[in-house]
């Protein structure tokens, strides 16, 4: 037994019940329901994709290349830097931890900065949902951009639900609610990221690279 | 079962793995990106789509940890990925032979 320094209170030291796997698995029963999510946006992605290629290819060389391999470089690193700051916590290097878990967010953010200013881009000449010009292209071209904004936008959505994420474990890491003995948030945390991730894999051949 | 995951944790050389992985992780996006410019009309979507799904086992088994979790987070998985590839395979019928 020990006393908890601000409540005076004893504190159990024995076993707390905890259940690490659950929390895992928890966890991934909700990535299954994003795969499903995005899943159902990539079939409608596919089935427009065959029903108007030519449209979709003419329309794909309007996105710019070098804004989306960068974007993908620099997620794929963001996704490095979340999985080392659980490796340094497990060698319970707590100021490494908070600096991987911040070079992450920030890594995020440069993203976003650049998903601005593509879409910017894009709006400026006329390409957004609903606009006059784009209304004025090929059917194909209007779903292609439809799509385009869409799963961009609801996975852009993700990123920064994923800052939020990240920045809250990040807080516990600092005030040491999530420690080297128990860091399933920080797991947790770091699996979404990573989901999040994959998605971007997959978005990034199909709108930026079609052939 | 969760000593697989903890032998894991306590190896020194998990940095290095995960190091490792994000370098193939790029030269797989520079595949694609090099794939795309050249002219190899429809089996740049084949190219195209394999190295995403290598891309993203590799993601899934190491940094997502799936490799080293209990053999129900691999079921579980496994199911999730056969639904969604059900769900292609009845629309892409679908829509190739209506």
Redesign the interface.
Known sequence: MKYNENTLDYVPTHEVHRD??GA??GM??FL?TE??LF??L??TY??YR??YYPDFKIASLELN?TIG?LN??IL??S??TV??AI?FL?KNNRNLTILFLFITDLLAVIFLINKYFEWTAKIHHGIFPGSEHLMSLPNGQILFYGLYYVMTGLHALHIIIGIIFITIILIFTANGSVNSNNYVKL?NA??YW??V??IW??L???FY?I? | ??DEHNDF??HNT??YK??L??VS??VF?SI??TV?GL???SY??II??T??II??SL??N????IKY??L??KI??TI?GF??AV??LL??FD??YR
């Open positions: 690490d796997v895992r698995m991934w029963l299954f795969l499903l899943g159902g990539f079939v596919a089935v065959f029903l290349v391999t993908t470089i794929l690193t996704s490095l999985v080392l490796s497990q797991e770091g699996l990573h989901l991730d994959i894999i997959f990034f051949p199909f690279l052939q | 079962m969760n944790t306590n998990s940095i995960h190091l992985v994000w992780l790029l996006t694609t990106v795309a002219n190899l009309g740049a979507l195209a789509v190295i995403a891309k993203s993601v899934l190491i940094f997502m940890h979790e209990d129900i987070f579980f998985l999730g639904t969604i769900i292609f629309t892409s829509y190739l």
